[in-house]
Each structure stands twice: as structure tokens, then as C-alpha cells.
């Protein structure tokens, strides 16, 4: 695990789990360029591991994420238009490393999940909040819009869900996020690590190739009508 030198993540491989803890709590582990650049990196490098069998994704401080982080948007908002591109691209690409992790992957939110920190959510295969969680696609208020992490939301929780809270900005509490889908389960927040442990021991004793394949199978099926190629292809 020491071959993880982050500036802005805690990195930790034990028992082939390996732990990813956004490290920004100062800022509620607001992203900017180079905690993009890192968890790329990061979960490239443990997706490569085959010891690795399973991501968990967490941030340290009050918070899981409160998105992009303000004074990288201003810089950006200085910036030239192919580089204000290039940054978003970035951003693209790790969401879609997460989303597209061949192993499974483990939200565990505590406080504000905010913006692209929705997103984060949104991208992993399993998410549990604590009750007391909190959630927001704050970007509306920004006079921006939730662009690069839409795809996953809107699969999270339903273009209808979308309507409402891509348009509105509003907060919402860990029910509702379990209610409209983004999240699988909420627990008091003193039980959060022990509800992590046990999924942690369901997904160890399935078998690493059937998860990655399930992931495939799920990304082949969804969304497709049950046609003759779909049952020839699942049979």
C-alpha cells in the first residue's frame, strides 16, 4: 500500500480490500485537478492488482465529497476553452474508471455527499450511507449544470428523480437517497463500518471472475429489449 504517495487520497491494501479514502477534510474533499488525477491513477493501479478484490471508496473528515472544489472552478473559469475541456475530460475519465471497475466497488458515505460526490456515489456497484448522511446536485445554484457525472445519476436513480433534483438543488436526507435508489442501504452511523465488514464478507467468497463478468453482463443486458439476441446471447 506504501506505493500509493497521495497528496490528496489515503491509500490502504489489507485482506485484498483496498480502501481509497478521499484526504482533503479541510474542504470536504472537494476535487480538483489533482485528487482527480490520483484516484485515476489509484483505481487503474488496484484494478491492475489481482490481490485486490473488491474497492471501497470513503473520505476522511465530516464529509464523502462536496464535489468540485471552488477554487479550482474559479481558476477554470480563467482558463481558455480547450483547457476548461481538458479538465472536464479528466473528470470524465474518472468517473468512468469507477463506474467501469472490473471488481466490485463500495461506497461508504458519512456527511455531505455534494455535486460530482453524488456522482462518486452514482458510480460505485454498492453505496451505504449513515442516516445522517446528506445529499445535493447543488449545481443548478452554481448556474451550472451536474454535466460529466449525468450518465451514472441518471442510471442511479431515473430520469424522473433527475427532473426533480437536477432542477431544484435541493438537499435531501439518506432516506430519500435510499428511497430514489442512489444509495442500497442506510444504517446509525455508529453501524456503518460493521454494515461495510459484512457486505465486504459477502462479495470476498463470490467468485472474482463471475463479479467481473456480472458487471459485463449487467452493462450487455440493461437497457435492451428482450429480444432474440438477448436470450440467445444470456443462454
Not at 49 to 74: E, Y
Not at 80 to 88: C, K, W
Not at 161 to 171: D, G, I, V, W
Request: glycine letters at 8%; aromatic letters at 6%.
Amino acid at each position: 500500500a506504501s506505493a500509493f504517495a497521495c497528496e490528496t487520497l489515503d491509500v490502504d491494501v489489507r485482506n485484498n480490500i483496498g480502501l481509497v479514502a478521499l484526504n482533503r477534510p479541510d474542504v470536504h474533499n472537494a476535487f480538483n485537478e489533482t485528487l482527480i488525477g490520483e484516484l485515476t491513477t489509484v483505481l487503474q493501479a488496484l484494478d491492475a492488482q489481482a490481490a485486490v478484490r473488491v474497492v471501497v471508496l470513503t473520505g476522511h473528515g465530516k464529509s464523502f465529497c462536496a464535489g468540485a472544489d471552488l477554487n479550482w472552478m474559479k481558476k477554470m473559469a480563467g482558463y481558455a476553452a480547450a483547457e476548461n475541456l481538458a479538465d472536464a475530460q479528466a473528470l470524465a475519465l474518472m468517473l468512468r474508471t469507477l463506474n467501469g471497475l472490473s471488481k466490485p466497488t463500495v461506497a461508504c458515505v458519512r456527511g455531505a455527499a455534494f455535486g460530482g460526490g453524488v456522482g462518486l456515489v452514482a458510480c460505485c456497484d454498492i453505496a451505504v450511507a449513515a442516516h445522517d448522511a446528506i445529499f445535493s446536485l447543488s449545481e443548478a445554484k452554481l448556474g451550472l449544470i451536474p454535466a460529466t457525472i449525468s450518465p451514472y445519476v441518471i442510471e442511479a436513480i431515473g430520469s424522473r428523480q433527475a427532473r426533480r433534483y437536477f432542477l431544484s438543488a435541493e438537499r435531501f436526507t439518506a432516506a430519500e437517497a435510499f428511497r430514489i435508489g442512489l444509495v442500497h442501504d442506510i444504517v446509525p452511523e455508529p453501524e456503518l463500518d460493521a454494515r461495510i465488514n459484512e457486505l465486504l464478507g459477502d462479495l470476498l467468497v463470490a467468485g472474482p471472475v463471475a463479479q467481473l463478468e456480472c458487471k459485463a453482463l449487467i452493462r450487455g443486458v440493461a437497457h435492451r429489449p428482450i429480444d432474440a439476441d438477448v436470450i440467445s446471447g444470456t443462454a
